[in-house]
C-alpha cells in the first residue's frame, strides 16, 4: 500500500537526500516541500518524476501550512509520514543575535515543525497510525558556541517530540529525532577547509557525514515499528552522550 510522505525543505540538503531514498519505493508518494528554492525543487520533481509532488509553502505561515495539509489529505486522503527537516543556521555571538535573528530561528526550525505536526495530527489520530521523524542538530543536544539561537531551537524540537511521543502513543503513533553531526550539505558550505579537517579529526571515524547518512536512518525509522521518542544521532563518534 502507498505511504503519503511529507518531507519539509526538501529541495536541497538533508531533505533532498530523504526524497531521493523514499523514492527508491515506487510505491511511495512523495510530497516535497519547498519555500524559496523552485529551481532545485523542479529539478527534483524532474529526476524522480511521477511518485513525487513538490509543493510550495512557508511553514512560517500557518495559513500556508494548512492549505499544504488540506490539499494532501484531500488529494491523498491520508498523511502517513511527517518528516519536519525544513530550517536554517546562523553563525553568531550570542551579543550579537538581536529580536528579529532570534524570532526568524524560532519561527522557521520550532514553530515551523509545530505548525505542521500540529496540522496533520488529526488525520494521523484518525487513522490510529503515523510517523513523524524531526530532524534536529547535534547542537540541541549540547549546544554549540557562537550559535546560541540555532541550538536552542534545535534543543526545543527534541522536547517537543520527547513529549509528543508520550501523548501520542496511545493511537499508535510514533516520534523521533534525527539529531545529525557535520553533514556535508550547502548549509555548512561558509566551514573552511581548515575547520572541516578539525571536525574529521575529533570525529572517531574520521569523517564527515553525508545526506545519505541522515536518510537511511530516516528509512529505518520509518520501517521500525517500535521505536519512539528516542533521539538518534549519526555523527562518526564526534559526540557521545
Not at 29 to 45: C, G, P, R, T
Amino acid at each position: 500500500m502507498s505511504k503519503i510522505i511529507l518531507i519539509t525543505g526538501a529541495s536541497r540538503g538533508i531533505g533532498r537526500g530523504i526524497a531521493e531514498e523514499l523514492a527508491k519505493n515506487k510505491e511511495n508518494i512523495i510530497i516535497a516541500n519547498y519555500n524559496k528554492s523552485e529551481k532545485e525543487a523542479m529539478e527534483l520533481k524532474e529526476n524522480l518524476k511521477e511518485n513525487v509532488e513538490i509543493y510550495k509553502a512557508d511553514i512560517t505561515k500557518k495559513v500556508e501550512v494548512d492549505n499544504m495539509i488540506n490539499y494532501i489529505i484531500n488529494t491523498y486522503g491520508k498523511i502517513d509520514i511527517l518528516i519536519n527537516n525544513a530550517g536554517i543556521s546562523e553563525f553568531k555571538m550570542f551579543t550579537d543575535i538581536t529580536e528579529d535573528d532570534w524570532n526568524k530561528m524560532i519561527a522557521t526550525n520550532l514553530t515551523g515543525a509545530f505548525f505542521t505536526t500540529k496540522s496533520v495530527i488529526e488525520n494521523m489520530i484518525h487513522n490510529k497510525s503515523g510517523c513523524i521523524i524531526n530532524i534536529s542538530s547535534i547542537w540541541g543536544m549540547v549546544g554549540g558556541s557562537c550559535e546560541v539561537h540555532y541550538s536552542a531551537s534545535k534543543a526545543g524540537l527534541i522536547g517537543m517530540s520527547k513529549a509528543l511521543a508520550k501523548e501520542l502513543g496511545p493511537s499508535n503513533i510514533r516520534v523521533n529525532v534525527i539529531a545529525p553531526g557535520y553533514i556535508d550539505t550547502e548549509m555548512n558550505n561558509e566551514c573552511s577547509d581548515e575547520t572541516i579537517e578539525e571536525v574529521k579529526e575529533e570525529t572517531p571515524l574520521r569523517k564527515i557525514g553525508k545526506p545519505d547518512d541522515i536518510s537511511k536512518c530516516v528509512k529505518w525509522l520509518i520501517e521500525d515499528e517500535f521505536t519512539t521518542g528516542q533521539v538518534i544521532s549519526p555523527n562518526g563518534g564526534w559526540i557521545i552522550v
